[in-house]
């Protein structure tokens, strides 16, 4: 993609994450140059900061002598409201890591922050980018596979002791989840996109192995408007990791198998018994061009929104479905019962803490 004017980035926290933001950027060298990165920490910004981008340790600083037009926020969740609504309020968009923010009353003080035709805020959820997807989503658009009936989704990983050492994981006031939050959210938005909308959720979670406040593992039964139902689950005490979803559809099933990201080859399509049409299973094929899941891959959408002055994908009431769909999982994971689309309202209290406000 070339737009024409060159995009002045900026990256908030230069932790691991913030090295994909960096290779993301520089996939689109003639769209956007990161000038500016921030980090509390002296000594690992100066590190970070290499060649033309200049370091420092405060965002208002930055801000102020950098006017970025875009600011990748790739801090702790606990960070992302207030440095969000602050670069917005600078004037700047921004593309946040996930999970997006602690609760669903923190995103909707971020959308508040936005102004119409820009700056928005839009969120990594790069799992729905890449040409596998799109061309499933496209025969299922078509009725190619006939109607999805059947769905699993699981982010089954692994995370030690050591993982959990860092002081902000693990707790409900600073990561606002476990996996379901701060892992699963990936495939479950993948889900969702590739499903539609949800109407109704049974969930249990537990704490079965580490010493820390959140889950370590939840799992859930939902139910869609399609009326297709679907299972997903979440975990960190899995030895052999793997992201799946596999969705039966009428006339074939399709599975996509990988761990942090896919390409092409992921994702394979069984027909049924009955589909005997072998130039029809044949279009089912992904393309030729193989574009993986991946940073690069949704900035792309991000910097042609941003030049257009128009709402990015992963942003607004898009960007808000997955995290509206995990405060009902843990909802209904801690009250004992189904959780209906549309019944986490401001009162709620699973509106403002994904534990609902108690310790659990």
Known sequence: MTTGKLLRAAIIGTGSIAKSHLAAYEAHPSDVTVVAAADVDETRVAGFATGAIKPYTDLSTLLAEQKPDLVSVCTPPSLHVGQTVQALNAGAWVWCEKPPC????????????????????????????????????????????????????QTTWFRDAAYYAVPWRGEWETEGGGPAMGHGIHQIDLLLHLLGEWTEVSAMAGRLVHDVRTED????????????????????????????????????????????????????????????????????????????????????????????????????????????????????????????????????????????????
Request: glycine share 10%; charged share 20%; aromatic share 8%.
């Open 217 to 360: 593992v939840s799992t859930a039964l939902v139910r869609f408007e399609s009326g297709a139902l679907a299972t997903v689950v979440n975990s960190v005490l899995s030895p052999d990791e793997v992201s799946r979803i596999r969705i039966d559809c009428a006339d074939a099933t399709v599975e996509l198998t990988h761990l942090y990201g896919y390409g092409n080859d992921d994702w394979t399509y069984s027909p049924a018994p009955h589909v005997q049409d072998v130039e029809r299973v044949q279009k089912w094929r992904a393309p030729a061009a193989d574009m993986d899941s991946s940073h690069a891959a949704q900035l792309a959408h991000v910097l042609a929104a941003v030049q257009a002055g128009e709402r990015p994908p992963c942003s607004g009431a898009d960007g808000r479905r997955a995290l509206g769909f995990v405060a009902a999982l843990y909802k209904s994971a801690f009250t004992g019962r189904t959780v209906h689309a549309g019944e986490i309202t401001s009162e709620d209290p699973f509106h403002t803490a994904m534990n609902g406000g108690g310790r659990r």
């Open 102 to 153: 602690l609760s669903l009353a923190g995103y909707d003080e971020m959308t508040a922050a936005e102004s119409d035709g820009g700056p928005y805020a839009g969120f990594v959820f790069q799992h729905r980018f890449g040409s596998a997807v799109e061309h499933f989503r496209g025969l299922l658009a078509a009725g190619e596979l006939g109607r999805p009936l059947v769905a699993h989704c």
